[in-house]
């Protein structure tokens, strides 16, 4: 079973399948058609809708709320979260026009002529909504005082388009959204509260809400969704995920699903078994940890050093504010990545997992020397030393742990180390040094909401007096049918002066690394000039910092 909050209203839901989407429930099973689907990829915001956690018993704060594309999130990620539309948020008790209270999200968009046809206004709407509404969270909360800015109004729509009105009225009405709700509550005016306070729903939400993953004498846990042959698991534990998977091995697994929902959209598949991992929370902490390396080839046996360990159920929005304080170079990136709405949902161990050449994360990852965190449920022939068989007594199931470095996790297009039954278990980090260099260049048609033609990430490792390179690592993406390292170019730096100079020559190697293809983003010749020209750029980079560090 799943449940949730619909506009205010409570559901529970067993007979669907666990292929429909928020918008294809909204639009076919709910008539709720102020949502609308526009490019069905997760790319337009059209169907932008919003979400909120539920509170439990233990917590009943407050949840922010987060917009999601409903085109491709599976509507079972809703499960205990209420989600609201575009005609739920006005306060609109007699379902009048003119007896409504627009939210100030909507009322702003009224006053500043912020919609012409109308289809994307909705998604628009929604996020401007979620947008007001976090801000006087914060506010209330004493951790803001600042009020919405320019450049937040902006942020905040980079996944919606709009064709016809223009950006400008739409950022006008986000900017006017403060002043309206200041003016009403100088007015004493009720409007609604879109936060569900009542921790008695969610208590008794709890009470109709069966286990989801009941286990029972024969050992098989429960699905939260069937209909006909399709079903859908929803673990509540790192446990019952290593349960469910060595039961259904080739069980599509399901994260964010930012990139796998474009295979029920866009071709048409109905997965049969898919298990999502949207309640485990082990899955979605960090943690700082030891991590043995492997030294330089010249020496023997490993290092230890200190790792940033990121749960592959952690989304963007989660780890931006541990990179920022571990990664600052790293998290910049992230506002070049996809939109606030993919953001919210997409998911580490889902995007390398999912062995694109073009994501955005790989590279980076690869620059800094990761880790990955493998987990093989499936039944178990044999293992080397080096892999750890472990043995739950709980419930008898067997898995194996693997911890690799992830340039050893690629092996083709769309191949990787993963096999049926296995999952990402977390990705480890090891911590930036002193003398260490971190340098993050993408190279896209939008500076926003698109997707790479090519990216580089460069660790360069200077001696302590900063004038010789002792280490350098060059990331690259949209270059291969993987992600990977340009060990040539690398190995063309290492022991080099601290010189443009050199890093002109080391950029001449690239073509003994790659050899990168034409496609509708970029030529093969285009690629090669710009990534030599970016490596040589972060020759420049460290220069300057260098000197600036000096001085």
């Known amino acids: 079973m799943i449940h949730f909050y619909l506009n205010g209203q409570y559901k529970q839901l067993t007979d669907l399948n666990p292929n429909t989407t928020v918008l294809e429930y909204l639009r076919l099973h709910e008539r709720q058609t102020d949502t609308k689907e526009g490019c069905g990829s997760g790319d337009c915001g059209a169907c932008t809708v919003m979400a909120q956690r539920l509170p439990s018993s233990a917590d009943t704060a407050d949840a922010p709320f987060y917009t999601l594309n409903a085109c491709i999130t599976l509507l079972s990620l809703m499960d205990g979260h209420h989600l609201m539309t575009a005609a739920y948020i006005a306060d609109n008790p007699e379902h009048h026009p003119e007896r409504a209270l627009l939210h100030p999200a909507q009322q702003a968009m009224v006053e500043c002529h912020g919609s012409q046809c109308g289809f994307c206004t909705p998604g628009f ?30 942020a905040s729509i980079a996944g919606n388009l709009c064709r016809c009105t223009g950006y400008r009225p739409i950022i006008e009405a986000g900017l006017a959204m403060s002043a309206i709700g200041k003016q009403r509550d100088t007015d004493k005016t009720a409007a609604k509260n879109l936060s569900i306070h009542l921790a008695t729903d969610a208590m008794a939400s709890s009470k109709h809400k069966q286990p989801l993953s009941s286990v029972t004498t024969t050992n098989f846990i429960e699905p939260a969704l069937t209909q006909d042959s399709r079903t859908l698991f929803i673990p509540q534990s790192i446990d019952e995920l290593n349960q469910v998977l060595a039961a259904k091995p080739k069980a599509t697994i399901w994260a964010g699903g930012t990139d796998l929902g474009l295979s029920v959209t866009q071709h048409l598949v109905d997965h049969d078994v898919i298990v999502q991992l ?222 443009v100079a050199s890093f002109e020559q080391a950029a001449q190697m690239l073509s003994k690394d790659v050899s990168p293809m034409t496609d509708v983003r970029a030529s093969r010749e285009y690629r090669m000039h710009v990534m030599q020209r970016l490596i040589i750029k972060c020759g420049k980079q460290l220069i300057a910092d260098v000197q600036t560090v000096d001085a």
């Open 125 to 154: 709407v929604m996020t401007l909504a979620s947008t007001y509404e976090n801000h006087r969270l914060q506010v209330a909360k004493g951790t803001i005082t600042d009020e919405l800015s320019y450049d937040d109004i902006v």
């Open 278 to 499: 949207s309640a485990i929370d082990e899955l979605k902490s960090w943690s700082l940890q030891a991590l043995s390396l492997n030294t330089d080839e010249q020496s023997t046996g490993a290092s230890e050093v200190q790792a940033l360990v990121l749960g592959a159920g952690m989304s963007y929005k989660s780890m931006f504010p541990v990179l920022e304080q571990h990664f600052p170079e790293f998290a910049n990136l992230f506002e070049r990545i996809a939109s606030p709405q993919i953001r919210n949902m997409g998911t580490i161990g889902g995007n390398v997992a999912n062995a694109s050449p073009i994501g955005d994360l790989p590279p980076v990852l690869l620059a800094l020397d990761a880790h990955i965190h493998l987990r093989h449920c499936a039944t178990i022939n044999s293992a080397s030393d080096d892999i750890n068989v472990q043995n739950d007594h709980s419930n008898q199931v067997s898995y194996i742990d693997e911890i690799i470095p992830l340039s050893d996790f690629f092996l083709d297009y769309k191949k990787t180390k993963l096999r049926a039954g296995s999952y990402v278990v977390a990705l480890h980090i090891p911590l930036m040094q002193e003398h260490q260099y971190l340098y993050i260049h993408k190279i896209s048609k939008r500076y926003e909401d698109d997707i790479s033609a090519c990216l580089l990430a460069a660790r360069l490792d200077l001696s302590m007096d900063g004038m010789t390179i002792q280490n350098a690592k060059f990331g690259l993406g949209g270059m291969a049918a993987i992600p990977l390292l340009a060990v040539e170019c690398q190995e063309a730096l290492i022991g080099q002066a601290a010189h």
